[in-house]
């Protein structure tokens, strides 16, 4: 029985680290149409959040019957909640690709601005990188990794902080960017979420491993407001 | 998911010890080559049923029975059916290991020696092989003339299913198999059951519950001689649709 | 406190039964074993050497006689209870109860029965015929308990175990059953042999107290038992009594040892 039960464990492992690639593929997608205005791409991105969509349910499917029919306990409940947890941050994400593509769309000839572009650009690479390297700390079951990508959220945070700054002050120098700006505004915005629940995933690749959950990158200090 | 085939189909199968009815009318088709777990609080009739299925029952004075059991569209219930060879092909594996106080080997080949078979060569090649399938031929391949009493009750168990297996059934009746085991004789016998079933059918009887659910392709819930509730494990265990049903798996039952 | 009085009271009525017991093996042994001699073993017996070799021929035709007659009946009678019969059948609750009832009436009781049946009505005269007759009947009822006992001490797991493998009654019985059972079948047979064996009232009304080796199945002769009685009634020779009683302890020491070591194997058998 054991053998059965650890098989359907590992596909659950299996099928999480699929689910990530996925995401991670259509945060890049979603960043990457933003700045380079391709509706077709952001479209593409839509169109597959149904897949991750999917991938959730299965998730949740096979996580809710697990725990129905083999009672888990320690590390194999621990490992079923970790995905169960996780899969639902990684949807989320997913979803924060769909706003930003939605923008994308949305966008008619608005007044562009390359700086800021380069910006968002660079926050999307960092978030891309955050991204890969949650999943793979998944995969590893490396808490130390996951520490360490938790806090790389603070670069995210000062970024997406940058954008808003830069946004403001060119906003000012020219009234004409206001509508183009304010997309810019939610794109990062979108990006410094989706920054907070690569975070919450390290939270449970913690969490896995120790059986403590605890937070890894809290807002809570007033310095930054 | 492919069209299921039924090994055995009981069609309002009504028992009666004396003057008490055991079973009221049960109707159910239990698929081929997959586990079918019965579930039920004590006395609610599914070892009466099991027993029911292989003709046990019989030794039974003041039991009598109506309606049909088909195996394989056969009513084993039909006066022309030859008790014996049904049992052959449906064995049954008690809840209390019961091996005869003899050796191991003579355990195993008992079976075959009742239907006829006298070769050694042949008695040696299924001993071997049954002892093999039940898991257990490489705890005891070198004590085989030992009694089978002698080893533990866990292992008393795997010979009981090398024995059942040793004539060659095609279903496999478990009345709470693991019932008097400590854990890990069960996991054994449950691992052994799930890989059992590429090749038997098989119907067991548990009392506990999670058993049933780690174990069994489908479940049947058996209350007061009345079978509530019956189908896929993965919807009884997460989301039954008979409210008793419910409150038997969740423990709220009484 | 009175957990002590209580294991003091244990271990006193221990002592007074291991005393008691003692007692007379020391007592017979003492009075017996001078006695012991040649003579008393010879091959005729005659009112001057009061040889016993005569009543233990005798003591072995009657046990190797009822025991010829009584295994048989007694062991399928076992059977037929256990096996075949209905338990709720009046008849066969009859039979079990004249069963019990009849390993509880004493040996008197059979001996004016067998005088009155064998030696009288059937007019076989004071014979071993008689003598063996009445044994037969004395010793059924400890061969038929002994075999239900062994057969439902069997239990239902290994028959059920047997017919669920698509064995038949008759294979069940033999090849699972019996073996199991025979260790308790023949301890009740060793139980018969030494009620035979001790027995003097009844065989004393059938077989008679001819001191010599019966010649024929209606000849009389007399037991170990019967000629231990004979001996010490007539007064005379009250020392080759004693004699004779360390022979017939003896005899049911050596039966009670093997009754022992098949009651131990049966034990172990049935674990």
Redesign the interface.
């Known amino acids: 029985?054991?053998?059965?039960?650890d098989e359907e464990l590992e596909q659950l492992h299996r099928k999480f680290y699929q689910m990530g690639c996925k995401v991670n593929e259509a945060i890049y997608k979603s960043i990457k149409a933003f700045v380079n205005h391709d509706k077709e791409l952001a479209k593409g991105v839509i169109e597959e959040d149904k897949e991750i969509n999917q991938f959730e349910h299965d998730l949740e499917q096979a996580c809710?019957?697990l725990i129905?029919?083999?009672?888990p306990v320690t590390t194999d409940l621990r490992k079923i909640i970790t995905v169960m947890k996780a899969s639902a941050d990684l949807e989320r994400m997913g979803d924060h690709a769909v706003s930003i593509s939605k923008s994308t769309i949305r966008v008619k000839g608005n007044k562009r601005n390359s700086m800021i572009e380069g910006m968002i650009s660079d926050a999307g690479e960092k978030i891309k990188k955050m991204g890969e390297e949650v999943i793979t700390a998944y995969i590893e079951y490396d808490t130390e990794k996951a520490v360490e990508i938790a806090n790389y959220d603070y670069l995210v945070d000062s970024l997406t902080h940058d954008i808003k700054e830069a946004c403001i002050s060119e906003m000012k120098k020219d009234p004409e960017l206001v509508l183009g700006a304010t997309d810019y505004i939610m794109a990062s915005t979108y990006i410094e979420r989706i920054g907070d629940y690569i975070t919450n995933i390290s939270e449970w690749i913690v969490y896995f491993q120790t059986g403590e959950i605890q937070e890894l990158n809290t807002h809570h200090s007033y310095d930054e407001l | 998911m492919s069209t299921p085939t039924y090994k055995m189909e009981v069609k309002d199968l009504k028992l009666w010890y004396g003057d008490f009815q055991a079973l009221h009318g049960l109707d159910l088709a239990i698929p081929e080559k997959k586990i079918t777990a019965f579930i039920g609080p004590s006395g609610c009739g599914k070892s009466t049923f099991i027993k029911s299925l292989n003709r046990m029952n019989d030794l039974i004075e003041t039991c009598r029975i109506e309606g049909t059991i088909e195996l394989d569209g056969k009513n084993i219930y039909d006066p022309k059916t030859d008790v014996n060879q049904l049992r052959k092909k449906v064995g049954m594996v008690f809840q209390q290991p019961n091996p005869f106080p003899k050796s191991i080997y003579d355990n195993i080949a008992y079976g075959p020696r009742t239907h006829g078979i006298k070769n050694k060569k042949e008695l040696d090649e299924i001993v071997e092989r049954s002892l093999k399938q039940a898991a257990i031929w490489d705890e005891v391949k070198d004590y085989l003339d030992r009694n089978a009493l002698s080893i533990s009750g866990g292992q008393q168990q795997r010979i009981c299913i090398a024995r059942a297996l040793a004539v060659g059934p095609e279903v496999l009746l478990m009345d709470e198999p693991t019932s008097a085991l400590d854990p890990i004789s069960t996991a054994k016998i449950e691992e052994l059951v799930s890989d059992l079933k590429s090749e038997y059918t098989i119907v067991m009887v548990t009392h506990n519950m999670q058993q049933a659910s780690r174990v069994s392709d489908e479940t049947a819930f058996f209350l007061n001689g009345h079978i509530i509730e019956h189908g896929d494990t993965r919807k009884i265990f997460t989301n039954p649709d008979q409210e008793e049903t419910e409150n038997y798996i969740s423990g709220r039952f009484g | 406190m009175s957990a002590k009085i209580i294991r003091g009271f244990v271990y006193l009525s221990a002592a007074i039964t291991f005393g008691m017991l003692g007692y007379v093996i020391i007592f017979i042994l003492i009075n017996g074993v001078r006695f012991l001699t040649p003579d008393l073993f010879a091959w005729n017996s005659t009112s001057q050497n009061v040889s016993m070799m005569p009543a233990i021929i005798t003591t072995l035709y009657v046990v190797g006689g009822t025991l010829l007659v009584t295994t048989p009946i007694g062991v399928f009678t076992g059977f037929y209870l256990v096996e075949y019969a209905n338990r709720k059948n009046p008849i066969v609750k009859a039979v079990s109860m004249a069963t019990d009832t009849l390993a509880a009436v004493p040996s008197i009781v059979y001996g004016l029965f067998g005088f009155l049946f064998f030696v009288t009505f059937l007019s076989f005269r004071l014979s071993l015929i008689a003598g063996i007759l009445t044994s037969v009947i004395m010793s059924l009822p400890l061969i038929i308990r002994a075999t239900e006992e062994a057969l439902i001490s069997t239990g239902r797991p290994i028959r059920e175990a047997s017919y669920a493998l698509g064995a038949g009654k008759l294979r069940t019985i033999f090849t699972v059953v019996l073996p199991v059972a025979m260790p308790g079948i023949l301890s009740g047979i060793i139980l018969a042999t030494g009620r035979v064996i001790g027995e003097t009232a009844a065989l004393l009304y059938t077989l008679g107290s001819a001191s010599n080796i019966p010649g024929g199945l209606f000849s009389s002769g007399r037991t170990l038992a019967l000629h231990m009685f004979v001996l010490s009634n007539e007064g005379f020779h009250v020392d080759q009594a004693y004699a004779t009683a360390v022979v017939l302890l003896l005899f049911v020491l050596i039966l009670n040892g093997l009754s022992t070591l098949v009651s131990a194997r049966l034990s172990k058998g049935g674990k």
Do not use: P, S, V, W
Request: charged share 25%; net charge positive.
């Open positions: 029985m054991r053998r059965a039960y809710i019957e129905a029919l083999q009672q």
